[in-house]
Nanobody
Framework: QVQLVESGGGLVQAGGSLGLSCATS????????MGWYRQAPGKQRELVAS???????NYANSVKGRFTISRDNAKNTAFLQMNRLEPEDTVVYYC??????????????????WGQGTQVTVSS
């Protein structure tokens, strides 16, 4: 199975920067896409940014020009660099990974897994 471990986040003043990392672990798997989502209390989880295995990126309009997603395919790790943070960015951020996992005994499976979430707080 595939698991995600997030790191980064924390408290920063408005206009500042933070970086998030998402490391994957497991055996016999490939990653098609990785992404960062965020969810405010009482609201649906929304896409912040995603990146495909080929490096194509997609961003929410609210973060375009401020956030940058990247990935290290050799280390199966994704990063989210957040610049010019705003109080409205205060929320829990979740990493997501989707791809294929192979169980030697039973076959090939698609997976869609989430990290545990990390809090980002931007003070005004």
């Amino acid at each position: 199975q595939v698991q995600l471990v997030e790191s980064g986040g924390g408290l920063v003043q408005a206009g500042g920067s933070l970086g998030l990392s998402c490391a994957t672990s497991g055996r016999h798997f490939s990653i098609n896409s990785m992404g960062w989502y965020r969810q405010a209390p009482g609201k649906q989880r929304e896409l912040v940014a995603s990146i495909s295995s080929g490096g194509s990126t997609n961003y929410a309009n609210s973060v375009k020009g401020r956030f940058t997603i990247s990935r290290d395919n050799a280390k199966n790790t994704a990063f989210l660099q957040m610049n010019r943070l705003e109080p409205e960015d205060t929320v829990v951020y979740y990493c997501n990974a989707r791809g294929v996992w192979i169980n030697i005994a039973t076959g090939r499976y698609e997976y869609d897994v989430w990290g545990q979430g990390t809090q980002v707080t931007v003070s005004s």
